[in-house]
């Protein structure tokens, strides 16, 4: 709009959506709504979350493109007015974010939040205090000097160290490195999230290709408005009737516990991946629908349960870096299924005709490989507890997961003391 339909205003729009790209990857939202929702409410949350991010997206874009683009009862407005209305939607999100106020946190009376609970600094030595002797070679003591020069060479490691770790990348990466358990569920969000991307990568093409909408030169009124259709029922039906089930996962995840949740909708996930091989066994109009809400619910497992197990294993007071991370880890994947699509895609045309169903079924066995690193996922203690009240009501099997510490504020060795002769 400022710049005008050219070179510069394209390149000014590119650079506007990488600078929103670090937002949406990040998950900024569903970190804010993460610190004001209450926490036993936060699984619910997240599937609520994913539903009105549906619900939004299909009501101020995916409704006005079926009114004028497919329907054509509103007749189709120039680019400029379509650029203003999103201008218009980027001024109103922000007002409603300017409006949020977050939850005050109450700590504890004698408790320091461990956000504000910081290492003791490293001792620092004044090389400038040190005794003349040893500034100008006449060692007396030859022991304290080389100690005091230890000391200081020390403090300055220290010093350059705690700078070197405090850089953005390796901050997240010491950060993972130190929770085994956020490394395997950042695992499993990256196995998921390849199988993902690869038969999103080549959704599109799949169709029209199986549906022979693909052609060589210019492009008649009949083909373009089938196209235009394809476009239409790969997006609208998904966004809509996932909507119920974004909410029907986020109440299991509430009354299950996510990690429970997650090793049931991992084979599911594999199995609505691998659904999409039936497009090519049997090519229609009706099935592009049907495959597309079948990869967006096979997605649900890493939308909801493993990005609420990402908030409870993080570090306290570090959930954005962790969830920053997961969409760090997303992107590279991301990268890695593109040029493993624009690498093996030409050899499978080479060798057999419309062989993109290939993806949909190794894709389905890779989701499944997403078993492995979940099982060795520990949850704290706290999210222990909740799983077993929502799950059992056996007073005995309230005891802890094997390998899960007991800590003794915890109601199970308090009583276990209170029984103790």
Same mark, same amino acid.
């Given at each position: 709009l400022t710049f005008g339909f050219n070179s510069t205003g394209l390149l000014v729009s590119s650079i506007g959506s990488v600078l929103s790209g670090f937002g949406c990857s990040s998950? *900024? /939202?569903?970190?804010?709504?993460?610190?004001?929702?209450?926490?036993?409410?936060? *699984? /619910?949350a997240f599937g609520l979350f994913q539903a009105a991010t549906n619900l939004i997206a299909f009501v101020f874009y995916g409704f006005p493109a079926l009114l004028t683009i497919m329907l054509r009862v509103v007749p189709n407005p120039s680019i400029s007015v379509w650029l203003y209305y999103q201008f218009s939607l980027s001024v109103a999100f922000f007002l409603v974010v300017v409006a949020i106020r977050l939850p005050p946190t109450a700590e504890p009376d004698g408790h320091q939040s461990a956000r504000e609970v910081k290492p003791d600094p490293a001792p620092q030595v004044d090389l400038e205090s040190l005794p003349s002797e040893l500034q100008t070679g006449n060692v007396e003591d030859t022991a304290q000097g080389d100690q005091q020069r230890s000391d200081a060479q020390a403090s300055i490691v220290c010093r350059h160290m705690r700078m070197l770790a405090n850089l953005p990348i390796i901050s997240e990466l010491l950060m993972v490195l130190e929770d085994p358990a956020l490394a395997y569920v950042l695992l499993t969000g990256s196995l998921l999230a390849f199988s993902g991307d690869l038969v999103f990568d080549i959704g599109s093409q799949f169709f029209r290709d199986e549906?022979?909408?693909?052609?060589?030169?210019?492009?008649?009124?009949?083909?373009?408005e089938q196209n235009q259709l394809i476009s239409v029922l790969t997006t609208l039906p998904a966004e809509i009737l996932i909507i119920p089930g974004a909410m029907l996962v986020g109440s299991l995840g509430q009354r299950l516990g996510s990690l429970r949740l997650l090793k049931i909708l991992i084979p599911i996930s594999g199995i609505c991946t691998a659904s999409g091989v039936i497009m090519a066994l049997a090519p229609s109009y009706w099935l592009v629908p049907v495959v597309c809400i079948a990869q967006n619910y096979a997605a649900l497992a890493g939308n909801i349960p493993l990005k609420h197990l990402v908030a409870q294993v993080a570090p306290e007071g570090r959930v954005g870096e962790a969830m920053g991370t997961l969409g760090m880890l997303g992107q590279a994947v991301g990268f890695v299924a593109n040029a493993a699509t624009a690498a093996v895609t030409p050899m499978l045309l080479s060798c057999m005709p419309k062989p993109l169903w290939i993806y949909y079924v190794v894709c389905g066995?890779?989701?499944?490989?997403?078993?492995?690193?979940?099982?060795?996922?520990?949850?704290?203690?706290?999210?222990?507890?909740?799983e077993s009240t929502h799950c059992t009501t056996d007073a005995t099997d309230s005891v802890s997961r094997p390998g899960t510490p007991r800590t003794p504020n915890t109601p199970f060795s308090v009583n276990q003391e209170a029984s103790l002769p």
């Open positions: 998950d *900024a /939202m569903l970190v804010l709504a993460h610190d004001v929702t209450l926490e036993e409410d936060r *699984a /619910m549906l022979d909408l693909l052609g060589d030169g210019e492009m008649s009124e009949e083909r373009l066995a890779l989701t499944l490989v997403a078993m492995l690193p979940v099982r060795y996922i520990v949850l704290p203690v706290a999210e222990d507890k909740l």
